[in-house]
């Protein structure tokens, strides 16, 4: 077929997808990266560091990407860490080094991303539920389940409600048990640092806590570079746990979960951290935060209830039946996540979250409950 | 930073990295897709399967890209498939799926993927070698270790060797002991139906085996699209083996084993397929096997030993001191791969892999013998 005739039927579905610039994808953890990021992407879309030899530009721009990460988590420049494809493949990678490292069984709360309880059944590891108190790890319940050898997963940044579960008590309590501790940061990573400047929080998640061992960030989250970049970070060198011989590459091993790894991304992360620089950052924090508030007020002003007043950029709002605003919503071009058990909808208040579309949406929902008298 | 700050900089870093276009890499199994398969990538870097509904077009075109992938596996449109990251994605998922519906044991030889040794650590299968008589599947050895509820990996195409295992004496072996049959035709599938079309063979790998239960099938490598596409294709549905529930996606579930998926790639297989469609891939497979005939043939010419003759684009040549020789290479520019075991460098023939380009190549290799009696 000729290029033209290709590029009219790309055309064709690239229609059918929506897109973060139309400002109606109101659920994801993604947003447009800048434009210096995506002319890294393409630059380097033939980076593979699977086979990190052929590519010593991009692994040194790893390098960098993770000293950033490092920086994020309170770690120091001589931890580890690697760029992979996603949150999913970097709390695989932390669980599947613990195992390795003779660590049994899963302790986590039901707000914990799927991803781990996915890594849970794909490494054979027995999963123990923690309960939770509004959102957020129980200690109690934690303190009573808890055995040596356990691997627990905290999160920074939980998928429904955005809570930081307490990193710095759950530490003290794995150490006097002797556990490993694996800090699920894949969203908040980009954001608590800030909020601490900002003076919306003092919690610590990082490195600085001395029980954590391995943190997940993901620059294609709140870092702004295209998919796929996740990081993994730890302080020991959990990579050797996992480590296998491949001796067709260039370095011989491969020490992550994927072999094939497309790595533009990485040039991608890179370009947006010197685009954006610490400074940056915090100035897109401090906007998308305003913008939460600006949500929770309107809402309110709506007689919508808010679950749970956020910690971070997601914001619940309380409607009673779910799915039906959800479908209603789709057909009218808005896609919003939601969180059955909490019987709301969920918004992940991103970049493109913007006032104006706050109004929009909010418009929206009233016309829904107008017509539908949900 | 500015945007040309930042340019200048991604600029020094591309200079280190290797590039295809530079025709020096060899040991790859990896090209320059065409032009239209690139627009379609960087058209769609958005797409994200890993939440398929808000990419309607994305998935339907993952379906066509899978219903091409059937094709070249002789399979029937009514059988499941999926685009994932790449082989070792596609390759765990096998694994895992077999694991969930009761299989207990992974038997495969040492020149499969090292991506079936890290499937079968991960999810704590056994794994059971298989000898080899000259690169192949021994089936003396099979039928001797063979048990009910094992999983077979045959490969059509090994890594070091292009080789295809007799897979339709496997699968008779594998009927008769009630077994799992997974082929990784990672780098095959896209060229065994042409080598039976161009009478370079007779032999099959596909769902046209009675036994087969599963194929992966690479778009990025010899289907000419960007990283990264794998293929993961199923006689039953085996995704809804790993299933888990996402609330939070618009179709609330995942089935593969990443959860963000970056399929601005399948854009681009898709876009690949239609530019070369059958016809083509063929015309890029009768080309590869001629220029690996000219690299057997100018070897010969220059008295370097052929390990085995090929069966598809990989040539293993002879050397005495490998690893110094990869080394002096790779001083010089060029990037091959070893294989120890068998002390040779080896060379994919893809289709970068020039006349031009094996002629320099040789005369390189004729230098390093002469400069250190190699």
Redesign the interface.
């Known amino acids: 077929?000729d290029?033209k005739?290709?590029?009219e039927?790309?055309q064709?579905?690239?229609?059918?997808?929506?897109?973060?610039e139309d400002g109606r994808?109101l659920?994801?953890m993604?947003t447009?990266p800048p434009?210096?990021a995506?002319?890294?992407?393409?630059?380097?879309?033939?980076?593979?560091l699977?086979?990190s030899?052929?590519?010593?530009?991009?692994a040194?721009?790893e390098r960098e990407v993770v000293k950033f990460l490092l920086r994020l988590a309170s770690g120091k420049e001589n931890f580890f860490g690697h760029v992979v494809?996603?949150?999913?493949?970097a709390n695989i990678i932390a669980l599947?080094a613990a195992r390795e490292m003779g660590y049994k069984r899963v302790l986590a709360t039901k707000d914990a991303?799927?991803?781990i309880?996915?890594a849970a059944?794909?490494?054979?590891l027995p999963l123990e539920n923690i309960e939770m108190k509004r959102g957020k790890m129980n200690i109690e319940d934690l303190e009573s389940k808890i055995k040596e050898n356990d691997i627990i997963v905290a999160t920074a940044g939980t998928?429904?409600l955005g809570f930081i579960d307490p990193i710095e008590e759950i530490g003290k309590i794995c150490q006097m048990h002797n556990c490993f501790l694996h800090v699920d940061a894949a969203f908040g990573g980009y954001i608590i640092p800030f909020l601490r400047e900002l003076k919306y929080t003092n919690k610590k998640f990082g490195f600085d806590i001395p029980a954590v061992s391995t943190i997940t960030i993901d620059p294609?989250k709140m870092g702004m570079a295209?998919?796929?970049a996740?990081g993994i970070l730890s302080r020991e060198n959990i990579f050797e746990k996992i480590v296998?011989?491949?001796?067709?590459?260039?370095e011989e091993k491969?020490d992550s979960?994927?072999?094939?790894?497309?790595s533009g991304?990485v040039?991608a992360a890179?370009?947006a951290q010197?685009?954006f620089?610490w400074r940056g950052y915090k100035e897109i924090v401090r906007r998308c935060m305003e913008n939460t508030n600006y949500l929770v007020k309107r809402a309110k002003e709506e007689k919508l209830e808010i679950l749970e007043m956020p910690e971070m950029n997601i914001v619940n709002l309380k409607v009673e039946n779910v799915k039906k605003v959800k479908r209603e919503l789709?057909a009218r071009g808005w896609?919003v996540?939601?969180?059955?058990?909490y019987s709301s909808i969920?918004i992940v208040v991103m970049p493109h979250v913007t006032k104006e579309v706050i109004d929009k949406f909010l418009d929206e929902i009233k016309n829904i409950k107008k017509n539908y008298g949900l």
Chains 1, 2 share one sequence.
């Open positions: 077929m290029e005739e290709i590029e039927l790309l064709k579905y690239y229609c059918k997808d929506m897109h973060y994808i659920g994801s993604y447009e434009k210096i995506l002319k890294a992407f393409f630059k380097f879309y033939q980076a593979n699977g086979n030899g052929l590519y010593k530009g991009t040194e721009m494809s996603g949150g999913t493949e599947w991303h799927f991803s309880r996915k059944n794909l490494l054979k998928t429904p294609h295209p998919y796929p996740g296998i011989e491949a001796p067709y590459l260039i491969n979960l994927l072999g094939t790894r497309q991304s040039a890179y370009a010197l685009y620089g789709y896609a996540s939601t969180n059955p058990k969920r």
